[in-house]
């Protein structure tokens, strides 16, 4: 089984647009939108939804009223700040952490656990696709896209497919860690922005810290030629391969209108040429075409 | 006042807002970069930067000679941080929450607690602007407790700007909550308009007036338009697709030294907000 994860440090370089992209080249597949805070790549790929589950990452604490003495205890264990005046628990300020359950003398404390969101197993029209949302104002993100992946190994493995697409979420912390674990490999798409460039080197350390190698493509190249040049010097310097560069093209944002893919909305614009050259020169990578005992092994 | 500038997409213009505002604004404004994973305002504004400070969180140390081994701290801890074995308890430090569980519950006073580093915050001054960044350590998670180091400068005597990261979980709690207004940068697209919604979302959990500020006009469809009219939430800022603007951002410069007539209209964008905030209408 193979995983190419999508990732960009900064949000909004266009991760998503180029994985549905790859998702119309790709074959025996199975798409994941590993970006649970805010995933759009559903509304490219309009999933039929086959089966929607809760999500439980967490508990809540909830004071029971009629057995609180009001002692105090539950706002001097705290560190959260989250037990109110008035005894009662601020669900967006709790963390979860049960420390005042366990503390309470009389035993006042509830501890449900709670509905954080909800993942989907999906149809879609270039395979099946696992998703998930992440319930506004919930912690756990990374616990989300943990089991979202696993549930899209276990389908790919049900399904024979040997191919995993995970398009993933911005920045450097929990969610992204929790992305990258065990991926055969990491594309970062960056763009020629100082901003770009800053938070794909710092995505790029991320990696490096946890010895997983990266490769960068470069969307919208042409904006800023020089930038594009040096994302690529960086890129070389900190050994991490570069696939190379998208142009700047309104087709993405118009395939988007009509939910659609740039090949979908248009075959050979600029973009959809040098988005198929990319494709082709990941499916050329040593980590993808390992022998199938290998691969085999890695099950 | 306090005014947060969030969206749930990322890549929305967020930071070009709060440069461009907070620079227009002039003295009397702070301006805290929150997005603590890929903290970006330095790149624009290059503030002298005079102070750093680490931020830590505190990990429990286990004292053996002490240590009876009964358990109680990895009972009690729900992030699996401990792991008490015959002779030994091992803690993961990545696991741990800070929670300060294992410390109170341990009968034998066998818990220290011991200072990990996870970021760091930076201080600096520009053009009478006073700054400050807050920046996760590579591999750390714990984002929250340096969005509070940032958060505990606020001067109310000041305006304070910050700059959320993206998305509707808890890094982004932390830069919006008790803000007096929320600014929502979009942009009219399909994802735009999916992440704005989510962005509403969480801002109506906190019951904060918010406003929008839709960036690259004319690029996608006028959805986000018609959404905001249906939900009564005000539109305060639209800046056209531009692919001058588009270059300006990429070399790490500002709209407003570029394009001077710039700063009446972030200026405008900033009496529309006070307006909101002092009248308390707008949308919550």
Known sequence: MRELVILSGKGGTGKTSITAAFASLAQNMVLC??????????????????????????????????????????????????????????????????VCVDLCPEKAIDFPETVCGEWYISDTRFGPMVHARLGIAQENSGKLVSLIRDEAKKLAAKNNLDLI?????????????????????????????????????????????????????????????????????????????????????????????????????????????????????????PAFNAPVTQILKHL | MIISI???????????????????????????????????????????????????????????????????????????????????????????????????????????????????????????ISFIHGRLSIGHVMVPPIIKKVRSYTDPNLITIIDSPPGTSCPVIAAMKKADFVLLVTEPTPFGLHDLKLAVETVNILKIPCGLAINRVGIGNDEVNRYAKKENIPVLMEIPFDKRIAQIYSRGEMIIDNMPEYKEKFLDLFKKIVQIVEKKEGRK
């Open chain 2, 6 to 128: 969030a969206s749930g997409k990322g890549g929305t213009g967020k930071t070009t807002v709060s440069t461009n505002l907070a620079l227009s604004i002039g003295s009397g404004v702070q301006l805290f970069d929150c997005d603590v994973e890929e903290p970006n305002v330095h790149l624009f504004l290059h503030p002298a930067l005079h102070k750093k400070e680490p931020v830590n969180a505190p990990v429990p140390r286990i004292d053996l000679e002490k240590c009876t081994f009964c358990k109680k701290c990895m009972n009690i801890c729900r992030f699996g941080a401990l792991a008490v074995l015959k002779k030994n308890v091992l803690v993961f430090d990545n696991l741990c929450h800070s929670c300060g569980g294992c410390l109170e519950i341990c009968p034998e006073a066998a818990v220290t607690e011991k200072d990990r580093s996870i970021g760091d915050i930076e201080h600096g001054t520009v053009n009478g």
């Open chain 1, 165 to 285: 697409l995970t398009d993933g979420p911005p920045g450097i912390g929990c969610p992204v860690i929790a992305s990258i674990g065990q991926a055969t490999a990491i594309l970062i798409v960056a763009e020629p922005t100082v901003s770009g460039i800053h938070d794909m080197e710092r995505v790029g350390q991320l990696l490096k810290h946890f010895n997983i190698p990266a490769m960068v493509c470069i969307n919208k190249y042409d904006l800023n030629p020089e930038q594009t040049q040096k994302i690529e010097d960086l890129a070389q310097k900190a050994n991490i391969t570069v696939l190379g560069r998208v142009s700047f093209d309104q087709t993405f944002t118009e395939a988007m209108i009509q939910a659609k893919t740039i090949f979908e909305y248009s075959h050979d614009s600029q973009a959809s040429r040098e988005v198929r050259q990319i494709w082709d020169k990941v499916l050329s990578l």
């Open chain 1, 33 to 98: 939108d590993a970006d649970v805070d805010a995933a759009d790549l559903h509304l490219i790929l309009r999933p039929d939804f086959k089966k929607t589950m809760e999500f439980k990452g967490g508990h809540e604490a909830v004071i029971k009223k009629a057995l609180c003495t009001q002692c105090g205890r539950c706002i001097e264990v705290c560190r959260f700040e989250a037990v109110r005046d008035t005894f009662e628990i601020d669900p967006i300020d709790c963390e979860g952490c049960g």
